[in-house]
Each structure stands twice: as C-alpha cells, then as structure tokens.
C-alpha cells in the first residue's frame, strides 16, 4: 500500500501495536546523516513508547546535527547498541538497509522482526510490517495518522518532534510536498503545544559564521548549465577546512541555488573527509530528481535527492551535470 490514505495508516494502528506489545526490547533507528524528519519521527516514537512502557533504545550511526540538538529527547540517541536481545526493529524514514549505517546495522539485523515506517518511494522492501505512504509529505506526517485514533497522548514533545519532521521535509511548508492534510496535523499538533517559534529559530533563523564563509565559497564556485536552467556548485575539503564550517554547515545550500529565477535544476556536491562526494539535488515543478540521483546509486523524492560519487569532484559534476541535462529534456 504505497499510496496510504491517512485513513487506512490510522488502520495500521491496532497491528503495529499488537508487535509493540508482544516484544520485551525494541530498537528505534534511521538513517545515516539524519535529518528533521528522521530525528523528529524516531524521538516522538521513543516518547511513544514510553508511554507504553516498553524498553528500547535508539540508535543512529552519525550524531545529530548541531542545529538539531534542542529537539527533546536528543539525549537518548546512541550508536552504540546495548547488545540486549531485541523482538522488534522499528525502522523510520527509510528504505533501504544500507542507509542504516555500519555501527548499528547488526543489531537491527539481529531482531526477531522488523518494522518500516516510511514516505520515500520504495527501491526496496524491507520489513515484516511495512508502513508506506508517499502520498504523506513526511514520516512524521504518517506518525500523525497513526496515533491519530491510538491512545498515544500528543504531549509538546512528541507535537514539536514531529512538527519539526513536517516543517523540515517540506521546507517550511514551500515544497510542493506539502499537502491540506499536512497542514491539517500540523495545525493540531500546534494545538498540542507544538514549539513553533523555538523550531523556527532554531532551524531557519540561526546560522554559525563558518557556515556563512563557506556559503559564500559556494557562490564563487557556482556555474549554470542549460541557458541558466541548470545551478550547481562544488565544496572541497580545503573550503571547508578554511572556512572552519561542518558537513552539517551546507544545510540549506542547495535550495539557495534553486531560488534563482531561471534555474530549475540545482546540486551541490560537497568532498567529504575521506574523499567521497556527497550529491544533494533539487528541482522545481514536476522535474524527478530521482531519475538523476539513481544514476549515481541514491534516491529520494521528485524535488530533492541525494546521491554519492567515488569519482573526483570534478568528474562527479562533469557526469552530474549531464545527468540533469538529460533529465531537464525528457521532462
């Protein structure tokens, strides 16, 4: 059921809980390099889950983002898996295994069952229970419909976790992801004490000077391809080592690039410590950006994708930028 009405995800209920109940010890986890949503969507579950009085534990492989560490509950998350026995592996906002991460992939893998939770459109289909909705903007868009008619009570914390996955997978309600129905569950989740204006400071109106001087690189190396339809721009170690800024810094970048007013297509490719690069890709209207980040083995949704190259960051964009050419033509 990929296309889930939130109707048929408060369904889901009753069963998901059935698993909840049955299992002594369960794992809550996401993908690497999490986001808003990844981290909003596992923390609301762990509150959850307290309230069920289940034990559990969450893991991620990468810590959270710095501009992410006001988000209640942020202390629970570890890498670092107890090694107790778990029944159940509760997985959100993603699709694949391999985007679980090294340091706690044997321990999901170790549960007796396994539980997907996810927006994204599906590559592959982990899970003994799968929950997915791609019509939902955002996994803690489905957490909404799920507890809608549970007895999970929508306390601030677990209103503001999952208003801050809705309002970062939708940009700020800007994507054309965002639906009435996300509008709708966001209102109540204001209505439960949601901290909107701690949310918004936070992620959109506070940012580290190092981020700015790298921001800043990011625009001397911007180019346009595609009679200025095409915007991409590249970051290398050295950018980042003398701007003083983070991976975590270029949130937000791309979607800077895509602001211009001719551009339809934007990337940023950034090096990473160990020489890889990372893609972030995002387009405007009905331009799948999937259909590029799949050439380079990632994914996503229509108007933003991820991907990686182990080619030079040069080369990277040289075949990244052919790849958004191609896909500007067929759309």
């Known amino acids: 059921?990929?296309?889930?009405?939130?109707?048929?995800?408060?369904?889901?209920?009753?069963g998901?809980?059935?698993?909840?109940?049955?299992?002594?010890?369960?794992?809550?986890?996401?993908?690497?390099?999490?986001d808003g949503d990844a981290l909003g969507s596992a923390l609301a579950f762990s509150?959850?889950?307290?309230?069920?009085?289940?034990?559990?534990?969450?893991?991620?492989h990468h810590k959270a983002p710095k501009y992410l560490n006001f988000l209640p509950g942020i202390d629970r998350i570890t890498n670092e898996p107890s090694g107790k026995?778990?029944?159940l592996a509760i997985l959100l906002d993603l699709e694949a295994m391999s985007r679980v991460g090294d340091t706690i992939l044997p321990?999901?893998?170790s549960a007796k069952k396994l539980v997907v939770i996810d927006h994204h459109q599906p590559n592959e289909?982990?899970?003994?229970?799968?929950i997915i909705s791609t019509k939902s903007p955002a996994t803690a868009a489905i957490l909404c419909d799920l507890f809608k008619k549970s007895d999970i009570q929508i306390t601030p914390d677990i209103a503001t976790l999952l208003l801050v996955g809705i309002l970062t997978d939708t940009g700020n309600?800007?994507?054309?992801?965002?639906?009435?129905?996300?509008?709708?569950?966001?209102?109540?989740l204001l209505e439960a004490g949601a901290k909107l204006g701690k949310i918004n400071e936070a992620i959109y109106l506070t940012r580290p000077l190092p981020a700015v001087k790298l921001f800043g690189k990011a625009l001397t190396n911007l180019r346009l391809a595609a009679n200025n339809q095409i915007a991409y721009t590249t970051l290398k170690q050295t950018d980042f080592t003398n701007s003083g800024a983070i991976e975590e810094d270029t949130e937000g970048f791309v979607n800077e690039l895509l602001a211009i007013d001719t551009v339809r297509i934007a990337a940023i490719l950034r090096e990473s410590a160990y020489g890889r690069i990372k893609i972030s890709i995002r387009s405007q209207g009905a331009i799948d950006t999937t259909q590029i980040a799949k050439q380079f083995g990632g994914g996503g949704h229509i108007n933003a994708s991820g991907a990686h190259s182990d080619e030079t960051i040069e080369v990277a964009a040289e075949q990244l930028v052919a790849a958004m050419i191609q896909c500007l033509e067929s759309s």
């Open 16 to 34: 998901l809980l059935a698993e909840i109940q049955a299992a002594n010890h369960i794992l809550v986890a996401s993908h690497v390099n999490p």
């Open 173 to 188: 309600f800007r994507y054309p992801n965002t639906t009435p129905h996300s509008m709708h569950v966001s209102a109540d």
């Open 107 to 109: 321990a999901i893998e």
């Open 125 to 130: 289909e982990p899970g003994d229970i799968r």
């Open 47 to 60: 509150f959850a889950l307290d309230q069920l009085g289940k034990s559990h534990e969450v893991l991620f």
């Open 85 to 87: 026995t778990a029944d």
């Open 1 to 14: 059921m990929v296309e889930a009405s939130p109707e048929q995800l408060s369904a889901m209920w009753p």
